[in-house]
């Protein structure tokens, strides 16, 4: 075992340019973390100690502080499932499906019939405006507001005095096990409580509950699980692989919350690996188009970056990657297909420097499986025996 203890952190939507295939997905040209640098001239002195800037053109920096390069997505899509299970292992060839167009009629009766609620709302929406339009009348009928963001999601909130948490949970189970048809393959059903009165209406988010799909088949996190090691997921990675090959679950609802929860696991004495999404980069400023507020993120996380390496130990890997591009100067409000940068950082590296990209974001899982000396994911090579 090289190292005892590996933190992945996931700069949720943060990719490093358009793929090969990226005219396949109408994003020809999309490039999160450039086009954000071009309008916003990022101050972020620990990110670029580290080799992060030097990922876009593949600049050879003498004095960088990791190892550095990008990696190519393999999977069908580019959605956030889609990147996870990519990363830990698991190829995926079919792809999530997605309706920005909102959702089609068989759906949404087939939502009523079991429920027996009407449905309202049914548009893509990255924000609180759809209960702050449809709150009212979600409340006064008992209506179910279904909504989209514009990812592989299907999201229903309700007032809670109006349908209660609790009742809610169970209609978002039932809606869950509709979606998993082959021809519907939504990745996952969000159920999005809320209180308050008109014009001030606010959501629960300590109750938002993630219904996603079982994975479907074992990744790293599932046989470092076997092999007895710590298995932390900080963020929404619990709900992203439903549990699976998790042991430990640490919820936060914001980066800035994410980040003090993984500098506590850091403070900590375990062996295996710990993995954090940070998801206000893709859900508050890549969806909503917010330049401005995505490079105020990524100066905020690169405040934090000092901290967070001089809590590593000198058996300690930090990998930093991300999981596809939602690059906020594009039109619209999907994702974009991207690569994704790849930051290798340890205190007892000796030369660290640009390595060639790597052909498939898998080859994160299958470094780790070597660290622990586990099962070698389905796919990914190791880099391991490199790292000096």
Same mark, same amino acid.
């Given at each position: 075992?090289?190292?005892?203890?590996?933190?992945?952190?996931?700069?949720?939507?943060?990719?490093?340019?358009?793929?090969?295939?990226?005219?396949?997905?109408?994003?020809?040209?999309?490039?999160?973390?450039?086009?954000?640098?071009?309008?916003?001239?990022?101050?972020?002195?620990?990110?670029?100690?580290?080799?992060?800037?030097?990922?876009?053109?593949?600049?050879?920096?003498?004095?960088?502080?990791?190892? @550095?390069?990008?990696?190519? %997505?393999?999977?069908?899509?580019? *959605?956030? !499932? $889609?990147?996870?299970?990519?990363? &830990?292992?698991?190829?995926?060839?079919?792809?999530?499906?997605?309706?920005?167009?909102?959702?089609?009629?068989?759906?949404?009766?087939?939502?009523?019939?079991?429920?027996?609620?009407?449905?309202?709302?049914?548009?893509?929406?990255?924000?609180?405006?759809?209960?702050?339009?449809?709150?009212?009348?979600?409340?006064?009928?008992?209506?179910?507001?279904?909504?989209?963001?514009?990812?592989?999601?299907?999201?229903?909130?309700?007032?809670?005095?109006?349908?209660?948490?609790?009742?809610?949970?169970?209609?978002?189970?039932?809606?869950?096990?509709?979606?998993?048809?082959?021809?519907?393959?939504?990745?996952?059903?969000?159920?999005?409580?809320?209180?308050?009165?008109?014009?001030?209406?606010?959501?629960?988010?300590?109750?938002?509950?993630? @219904?996603?799909?079982?994975? %479907?088949?074992?990744?790293?996190? *599932?046989? !470092? $699980?076997?092999?007895?090691?710590? &298995?932390?997921?900080?963020?929404?990675?619990?709900?992203?692989?439903?549990?699976?090959?998790?042991?430990?679950?640490?919820?936060?609802?914001?980066?800035?919350?994410?980040?003090?929860?993984?500098?506590?696991?850091?403070?900590?004495?375990?062996?295996?690996?710990?993995?954090?999404?940070?998801?206000?980069?893709?859900?508050?400023?890549?969806?909503?188009?917010?330049?401005?507020?995505?490079?105020?993120?990524?100066?905020?996380?690169?405040?934090?970056?000092?901290?967070?390496?001089?809590?590593?130990?000198?058996?300690?890997?930090?990998?930093?990657?991300?999981?596809?591009?939602?690059?906020?100067?594009?039109?619209?409000?999907?994702?974009?297909?991207?690569?994704?940068?790849?930051?290798?950082?340890?205190?007892?590296?000796?030369?660290?420097?640009?390595?060639?990209?790597? %052909?498939?974001?898998?080859?994160?899982?299958? !470094?780790?499986?070597?660290?622990?000396? &586990?099962?070698?994911?389905?796919?990914?090579?190791?880099?391991?025996?490199?790292?000096?």
């Amino acid at each position: 075992m090289k190292f005892k203890r590996i933190f992945l952190m996931v700069l949720d939507s943060l990719g490093v340019g358009e793929t090969m295939d990226a005219a396949n997905f109408g994003d020809t040209g999309a490039n999160t973390l450039g086009h954000v640098e071009e309008n916003c001239h990022l101050f972020i002195p620990n990110l670029k100690k580290i080799g992060f800037m030097d990922i876009l053109n593949m600049n050879e920096d003498p004095q960088v502080e990791a190892y @550095y390069t990008f990696a190519r %997505p393999t999977n069908a899509g580019k *959605d956030t !499932l $889609n990147g996870h299970y990519e990363m &830990v292992g698991i190829p995926n060839n079919i792809p999530f499906r997605t309706f920005n167009e909102g959702f089609p009629y068989d759906i949404l009766s087939a939502i009523e019939e079991i429920t027996g609620r009407q449905v309202i709302g049914n548009i893509c929406c990255n924000d609180d405006s759809i209960i702050q339009g449809l709150g009212e009348r979600e409340y006064n009928y008992g209506s179910l507001i279904v909504y989209t963001s514009a990812d592989s999601d299907l999201q229903v909130a309700a007032h809670e005095d109006c349908i209660p948490i609790a009742t809610l949970y169970n209609y978002c189970e039932k809606i869950r096990a509709l979606t998993l048809r082959e021809n519907w393959r939504i990745a996952r059903v969000i159920a999005r409580p809320f209180n308050g009165t008109p014009g001030k209406y606010k959501f629960l988010n300590t109750a938002r509950k993630d @219904y996603a799909v079982k994975p %479907p088949q074992k990744s790293v996190l *599932d046989h !470092l $699980n076997e092999a007895n090691y710590n &298995v932390i997921g900080i963020g929404k990675i619990n709900a992203i692989f439903d549990g699976q090959g998790i042991n430990k679950m640490i919820k936060a609802d914001n980066n800035n919350e994410g980040i003090n929860k993984l500098m506590d696991i850091m403070d900590k004495n375990f062996t295996g690996l710990c993995m954090i999404n940070l998801s206000d980069f893709d859900s508050l400023y890549g969806h909503l188009r917010d330049v401005d507020g995505y490079g105020k993120a990524i100066e905020e996380l690169d405040v934090d970056i000092p901290i967070i390496l001089n809590k590593l130990n000198l058996d300690d890997l930090l990998i930093i990657t991300a999981d596809h591009g939602n690059d906020p100067t594009f039109p619209g409000h999907d994702h974009t297909r991207e690569n994704v940068p790849i930051v290798l950082y340890s205190r007892n590296f000796k030369s660290p420097k640009r390595i060639n990209p790597f %052909p498939t974001f898998a080859n994160i899982g299958a !470094l780790i499986a070597d660290n622990f000396d &586990v099962e070698k994911p389905a796919m990914g090579e190791s880099i391991l025996k490199d790292l000096e």
